[in-house]
């Protein structure tokens, strides 16, 4: 019996770019000897997106959709797919086509011997990207590798291939803040990395803005380490026993009879520097009360308006 593999491909705006998916897709895995699924999660496009998928679901009987309510993220939305596909392996993959679909082979091939997750990492910082770009993202993967237990590749994608039984954990998992690339990689199991070279964008431009980015970091940060925390702590230690070591100081130098609270300068800046301490920590604690707080809501990390892939019989569906 032929094995079934399930591509999970978020998609936001990309409806220029659905078509030729389809066929680069189909062209790496027709000669592999696998069955094949397309699962497209349309995450709150505002484009001609859902419309194109459709369009495709019609033409050929192995394309489903999902189409969410809104946009939830990228990270939701790739989970919406894989809670839903049924493959003995789910591909994910991005719409806009720089994930090169020739590298599936060789993916299935780590899979066939014995990888439960294979996943895919740039080999060089990406050349259609600027240089603020590439600068921050390779800042982002190191901090988040120092303050994780998880080692993060500079460049890691959402490009993998997951077992059918890596899948089934992932969705028992209902947080709030969902970083799949810090997952797959806290989930463990037997993982291989492979490098690739990002190809040019066919349409379009990147979804994530500035904003979103620095979100996803910051959201990323907390959901995998408390050590911010400890550095906060550690901060306030610090800085409480240079408090103490400063009071002799200032006794010796009163009773020597010099004027030690002089100078109004250095006392306002030093008013500014400890208040934006305080601030910094207090926005540290705050972070991680917010997330707190949402999960204890229990609110649905995403809703699904309409698919064809299963019979709804109360439509939305939340999960």
């Known amino acids: 019996m032929k094995k079934k593999l399930s591509i999970v491909i978020p998609a936001f705006n990309e409806e220029r770019n659905i078509c030729q998916i389809v066929l680069e897709i189909s062209k790496a895995l027709n000669e592999t000897g696998y069955l094949f699924e397309f699962i497209f999660i349309n995450d709150g496009s505002f484009d001609n997106t859902l419309n194109e998928i459709k369009l495709q679901s019609k033409k050929y009987d192995n394309i489903f959709y999902i189409d969410l309510s809104r946009n939830f993220g990228k990270d939701y939305a790739l989970k919406a797919g894989i809670n839903l596909a049924k493959g003995d392996a789910i591909i994910t993959i991005d719409a806009d086509l720089q994930h090169p679909a020739s590298l599936l082979p060789k993916m299935l091939q780590y899979w066939e011997t014995g990888y439960e997750i294979v996943y895919t990492y740039r080999d060089k910082p990406n050349p259609y990207t600027n240089i603020l770009s590439r600068i921050s993202s390779a800042l982002f993967y190191k901090i988040i590798s120092i303050v994780s237990d998880n080692t993060l590749e500079n460049g890691l994608s959402d490009f993998r291939l997951v077992d059918k039984k890596v899948a089934d954990e992932l969705v028992k998992i209902n947080e709030y803040e969902f970083f799949f690339r810090g997952m797959i990689k806290w989930i463990g199991y037997s993982q291989i990395g492979i490098p690739y070279t990002p190809s040019a964008r066919l349409t379009g431009t990147p979804a994530y803005s500035s904003f979103k980015l620095i979100k996803l970091a910051i959201g990323s940060i907390m959901a995998f380490s408390v050590k911010p925390l400890y550095l906060a702590t550690g901060i306030g230690l610090v800085f ?75 439509d939305p569906v939340e999960f």
């Open 240 to 314: 409480s026993l240079l408090a103490l070591f400063y009071i002799p100081y200032i006794l010796i130098s009163y009773f020597c009879g010099y004027d030690a609270l002089s100078g109004w300068a250095s006392l306002i800046a030093t008013v500014a520097f400890f208040g934006g301490l305080q601030l910094l920590v207090l926005g540290i604690i705050g972070s991680y009360l917010g997330s707190i707080f949402l999960q204890t809501k229990n609110r649905p990390n995403y809703i699904i308006r309409s698919t064809n892939l299963i019979q709804i019989e109360n």
